[in-house]
């Protein structure tokens, strides 16, 4: 429906098909999928889900999003009225503001992340948070690998959380937990989680929805297609219960975007179906952790000490510093005009370097050219 | 940035990699596009929007959305506020209330899109509505050709929408005329005007902003691709201004869905770069305007004269019967499970056919089949 049809296939221009693979046909790519996405695509990424996740035992089908901002998005549509609280780290990827805190006008409530040493999560900090929500309900968010620190959870704090979450909904609170599993799967320590909270948070009680928000944005390398996931896990959850939901989503997808391209997810869809793809991620995930390995050795230099603090990480794209005696701003600037390097600064004092970005070679030389940077911008008296 | 590098190229895995076309490189397909879309996608959809629309002087450069839908919806989020009111023809399409009825708790008003007698636009209805509004804002739609009904405005009835607008704005009121041009190009009829009212609305006052919707799911049969455009014009447009609007759109992207996937985005790029692309727009055209005129041949056929009613229609991909005696949705269900034909039943009496998707051979048989469906739902007395 709503398509025009030419020899029982949908109707298109050569000069557009010629461009596009060859292998897929023009029903493969050109129709609309449709708004909860390719159904063989969605069977296909539960699976991998679990596979890479034994703890999920039941979960919904996931919902095709236009990749990770988007299914964040719908959430906010399903789930806040303005002035809603939802619990955030100090360290959390920009765009939450502009989703929710301007776009749903929910209040982001931020804990401090780290300890004083840096050691570890704050956990206390998020304890007390938590708690002391006037609201029936609590939203958090548990992205990790963490974008822009790069740290991934150990088993203890998610022990902790996980116990947290159960207190809460001992009080009578509904929780929700937003499991942005943005960079899963990229965790370089032994001691990471490997999995994502979203399987235990799954059997925990039934007055804890758990979200899971995930895609190949990162997990495998497709950025610009923009295909991510959005799946609901709750103890005792029935088909009715996540059919509902559903539902509810694909309404908000349709009066968003009406759906999501159909080109990206068949891409996916057919790389899904390759005997080599784990194989294939595994060797760039191993790129990854040599440069992360890298990073660690030289961030951490004594010769540095007086320039920066490191933030704990372990896994992920990114890593950040947080400078000491000069902004991360005008170090940022410094940066790009002397150096041509591009960083973030996500602060007043922090600084974010995606090593993800740099060969091996150039991971020394590019924290030299931040040394020289905070160094020039240093007030005199303060230099080494 | 945001992207893993190896060897100055976005990092992808070969499984992925050998499902995109192979005349892109990785550069071209893998990495995020710009919330605003490809640059040179804008300028050369600008260009062609000119080509066709030669009306048009001056206006923004098309920001790219995730098709047409997106684009509504940005708007939307741009200019409604709850309450706000927006004037609709009673024949529209069924999404506008999702998106705006709904999401953005817009109040539709309404005005009977045609005349008694169903000769052509109920201009004295629309001017009706366009007075009554008590706000100092008016916002108009017009979709043109129109889902359902696939009427497009003849010039006088143009004429007097302009006149119209100028007189709103004469009255002190600020107006925002949204032109849906989803299906521009594809009219039949040499009465049908041929351009977007959207370039004399850019011309006509200060006080009056006009936005067009367009892209290619419809004009270059690319519905699964999701690449639209939002354009706007107003008189003595300056860039400053434009780009202020811009900004504000990119942000709305950015905290919506980040950015429209850019394998759609490269496909169509390329396309526009053929030289054969009109062309073969041209011949699809002829395709469509054949069914047309099979369609129109048949539905006014005198045998079919107790059985419905055909509203006014010369262009695009629809045409509305408006049913005698039977509900229009008992007719779809009678269609769909006696005779395997798909039909919307767009209200309690109305019909939506897709003549688009007919093959010309098929036309005759299908017209014949809800005549039938409509027979045997009419009540004993009431049949022929």
């Known amino acids: ?172 609170k509904k929780v929700i937990v937003v499991c942005d599993d943005a960079y899963a799967g990229l965790s370089f320590e032994e001691s990471c989680k490997k999995e994502s909270l979203f399987g235990e948070l799954s059997e925990l009680d039934s007055k804890l929805l758990a979200v899971k928000i995930d895609g190949c944005t990162k997990e495998h390398f497709m950025w610009g297609f923009r295909v991510g996931f959005v799946t609901f896990g709750i103890k005792g959850g029935t088909e009715a219960l996540y059919n509902a939901l559903e539902t509810k989503l694909a309404g908000s997808i349709r009066g968003g975007i009406s759906n999501v391209n159909h080109i990206g997810q068949r891409v996916l869809l057919e790389s899904l179906k390759s005997s080599c793809i784990e194989k294939e991620v595994e060797d760039k995930k191993s790129i990854l952790q040599a440069r992360y390995f890298k990073t660690k050795e030289v961030v951490f230099s004594s010769k540095y000490k007086n320039y920066w603090d490191v933030y704990p990480f372990n896994s992920g794209y990114f890593m950040c510093l947080r400078l000491k005696g000069v902004e991360a701003e005008s170090v940022r600037l410094e940066l790009l005009h002397s150096f041509k390097v591009g960083a973030i600064a996500t602060s007043k004092t922090d600084l974010r370097i995606a090593f993800s970005c740099l060969e091996l070679r150039d991971i020394e030389p590019l924290f030299k050219c931040v040394a020289e940077a905070v160094e020039r911008l240093l007030p005199a008296d303060n230099t080494m």
Request: include cysteine; proline fraction near 6%; aromatic fraction near 10%.
């Open 1 to 172: 429906m709503g398509i025009a049809v030419e020899n029982s296939q949908p109707m298109y221009l050569e000069s557009v098909k010629k461009l596009v693979p060859e292998s897929f046909s023009a029903e493969e790519i050109f129709p609309y999928a449709s708004s909860k996405g390719l159904p063989e695509l969605r069977k296909l990424w539960q699976k991998r889900q679990r596979l890479k996740n034994p703890s999920i035992k039941q979960s919904s089908l996931p919902m095709v999003t236009n990749a990770l901002t988007h299914g964040l998005s719908l959430l906010g549509n399903l789930f806040f009225n303005p002035g809603d609280q939802v619990i955030l780290p100090d360290q959390f990827w920009g765009n939450y503001k502009l989703l929710w805190g301007i776009h749903h006008q929910a209040q982001i409530n931020i804990f401090s992340m780290f300890d004083d040493q840096l050691n570890g999560l704050n956990l206390e900090a998020l304890q007390q948070k938590a708690f002391c929500q006037d609201s029936d309900k609590v939203v958090l968010v548990l992205n990790f690998p963490n974008n822009p620190t790069g740290y991934t959870l150990v088993e203890e704090e998610s022990q902790y959380i996980l116990k947290l979450c159960s207190e809460l909904t001992a009080k009578g």
